[in-house]
């Protein structure tokens, strides 16, 4: 009887675990053997509304995408790390700013020619990218790439951050960005994969 039951749920099962292994968005306008990055800038520990986090807010949304989009991830890190308390950070990342630093960046970076599309993701700092992300972006060559950016933010939007990408990667197509707050990625993280999924099905490239 047990072995009749089994032979009944097992078909079952194997077709749900095949719809969920295999099912995945496919972004509209893409080449078939299109490869795909996903390079961003997160932070964890203290953070503004979400207190200290174990994972940052832009790294949640990095891994929705690159989970669904079976993507290659990078992500983009200073040799020296920056505060773990928020004011500490802050004030570095405005101290960067002012001065237009270009962080150096830990790691070796990704052979960009491998890649046709590339997901930049970031948080807004003082209305603008982190100042590691312009040295990511100017270290590499970008053109004729596609240049998806997704950024968290606190009340600020995308802070017009696609024109800066457009400016130190003139050569690429950059993508209006997709931006949601830090504190919607890190404390409603299903409503926040729901939302990337559905922004994710929405792009087109052409």
Request: glycine share 8%; proline share 5%.
């Amino acid at each position: 009887m047990l072995t009749a039951a089994l032979a009944v749920l097992l078909p079952i099962i194997t077709v749900n675990g095949a719809a969920n292994l295999f099912a995945q968005t496919t972004l509209s306008g893409a080449k078939k053997d299109a490869k795909i990055l996903v390079a961003y800038f997160s932070r964890a520990d203290e953070n503004y509304n979400v207190g200290v986090i174990e994972k940052g807010n832009t790294q949640i949304l990095a891994e929705f995408i690159a989970d669904e989009l079976k993507a290659d991830t990078f992500r983009i890190q200073t040799v020296t790390p920056y505060p773990k308390a928020y004011k500490a950070c802050t004030d570095t990342a405005m101290a960067e700013q002012k001065k237009k630093a270009r962080p150096k960046l830990a790691g070796t970076l990704p052979n960009l020619s491998e890649y046709d599309i590339i997901f930049l993701g970031y948080p807004i700092w003082w209305g603008d990218l982190p100042m590691a992300v312009y040295t990511f972006l100017e270290g590499g060559d970008f053109a004729g790439k596609t240049i998806i950016p997704f950024c968290t933010h606190e009340g600020s939007g995308d802070a017009g951050t696609a024109r800066r990408i457009e400016s130190a990667c003139p050569k690429a197509k950059v993508l209006p960005v997709f931006s949601m707050r830090g504190q919607t990625a890190q404390r409603s993280q299903d409503a926040a994969k729901r939302d990337t999924l559905k922004w994710l099905g929405g792009i087109k490239l052409n």
